[in-house]
């Protein structure tokens, strides 16, 4: 299946070509039209791709920390209203 080529994660893939390949591999992989070797291909797949966008935010949760200057951020508990000075 060529659809399940253009879901492998490529090095020059940015966050966003990561993601919208991740949605796309999940997708798939509920409609449960795929063979058994297809689902393991592509659930292996998007474990990767899983792996390498949650590493990018992992990234970028320490550049804000280090932005902060050290100060412990819960980005759960970030409302909007503290950005916009109110």
Known sequence: MSTLQNLKLK??????????KLEETVS???????????????YEEGIKLYRYCNN???KAEQKINIMM????????SFDLD????E
């Open 28 to 42: 798939l992989l509920d409609e449960g039209k795929l063979t058994l070797d297809e689902t393991l291909s592509l």
């Open 69 to 76: 200057d050290g100060e412990e951020v819960s980005f759960s």
């Open 82 to 85: 503290d950005f916009r000075g």
């Open 11 to 20: 090095k020059s893939d940015s966050f966003e070509d990561a993601i919208r």
């Open 56 to 58: 990018i935010l992992d």
